[in-house]
T-cell receptor, first 114, second 113 residues
Framework: KQEVTQIPAALSVPEGENLVLNCSFT??????LQWFRQDPGKGLTSLLL?????REQTSGRLNASLDKSSGRSTLYIAASQPGDSATYLC?????????????FGQGTELSVKP | DGGITQSPKYLFRKEGQNVTLSCEQN?????MYWYRQDPGQGLRLIYY???????QKGDIAEGYSVSREKKESFPLTVTSAQKNPTAFYLC????????????FGPGTRLTVL
C-alpha cells in the first residue's frame, strides 16, 4: 500500500531564504507526482506536476524534482516571500484502473517571516 | 471563468440527517473526485467517477453516496450512516488519462451539531 510522508510537518524561515520541502513515498510504481499549495480554509492550488518519466519541473521560483528509485521528491522555493506562507502538499498519482487517484502526504506548513 | 465550484461553503447538519454537497465544473473534464480532509491528516479519497453514469468507491466510501448524471456535476451525499462526518470536503476534476493534473474546488466545511 502506497504511503506518502512529508517532513518536516512545519517550517519557519526568514524572508529571502531558499528552502527545500521533502516528500517520500514507499512504492516507486507511480504515474505522476503533484505538488499543491493550500491556504487556511481554502481548496488546493496545483503548483507543479511531474510525470513518472520526468526528473524535474520548474515554474517561476519553484522547482520540483522526482527520484522514483529512491522514492523521493523535493520542492525547492527560491528567495522565499511572506506570501509563500501556506501548507504544501505532495501527492502521488495511481494508475488509470484506480481512477488516477492521488495519495497525499500530510503536508508541510511553511511560515516565511518578514 | 473556467473552474470548479462547490456549494455551500459551510454546512451544518444535525445528527441523523442526510446532506448533499454540490460540485460543478465547466472545464469539460471527464473524471471527478471527492476527497475528505481532517486536521493533521492528508486528503483521503471517498468516491471517483471517470465517465457519466459510472462511479467507483475510494478508500473511505462507507456512509457516503454519489451520482454522475451529467458530465459537469458530481454531488456527494453524506448519509446518517457516516459516523464522523465533520470534515472539510474537496472536489476535484481531471481531464482524461490517469497522468493528467487534478484541479480542486474551494471546499465545503461540514459540521455536525
Amino acid at each position: 500500500k502506497q504511503e506518502v510522508t512529508q517532513i518536516p510537518a512545519a517550517l519557519s524561515v526568514p524572508e529571502g531564504e531558499n528552502l527545500v520541502l521533502n516528500c517520500s513515498f514507499t512504492d516507486s510504481a507511480i504515474y505522476n507526482l503533484q505538488w499543491f499549495r493550500q491556504d487556511p480554509g481554502k481548496g488546493l492550488t496545483s503548483l507543479l506536476l511531474i510525470q513518472s518519466s520526468q526528473r524535474e519541473q520548474t515554474s517561476g521560483r519553484l522547482n520540483a524534482s522526482l527520484d522514483k528509485s529512491s522514492g523521493r521528491s523535493t520542492l525547492y522555493i527560491a528567495a522565499s516571500q511572506p506570501g509563500d506562507s501556506a501548507t504544501y502538499l505532495c501527492a502521488v498519482g495511481g494508475p488509470y484502473n484506480q481512477g488516477g487517484k492521488l495519495i497525499f502526504g500530510q503536508g508541510t506548513e511553511l511560515s516565511v517571516k518578514p | 471563468d473556467g473552474g470548479i465550484t462547490q456549494s455551500p461553503k459551510y454546512l451544518f447538519r444535525k445528527e441523523g440527517q442526510n446532506v448533499t454537497l454540490s460540485c460543478e465544473q465547466n472545464l469539460n473534464h471527464d473524471a471527478m473526485y471527492w476527497y475528505r480532509q481532517d486536521p493533521g491528516q492528508g486528503l483521503r479519497l471517498i468516491y471517483y467517477s471517470q465517465i457519466v453514469n459510472d462511479f467507483q468507491k475510494g478508500d473511505i466510501a462507507e456512509g457516503y453516496s454519489v451520482s454522475r448524471e451529467k458530465k459537469e456535476s458530481f454531488p456527494l451525499t453524506v448519509t446518517s450512516a457516516q459516523k464522523n462526518p465533520t470534515a472539510f470536503y474537496l472536489c476535484a476534476s481531471k481531464n482524461g488519462l490517469a497522468y493528467n493534473e487534478q484541479f480542486f474546488g474551494p471546499g465545503t466545511r461540514l459540521t455536525v451539531l
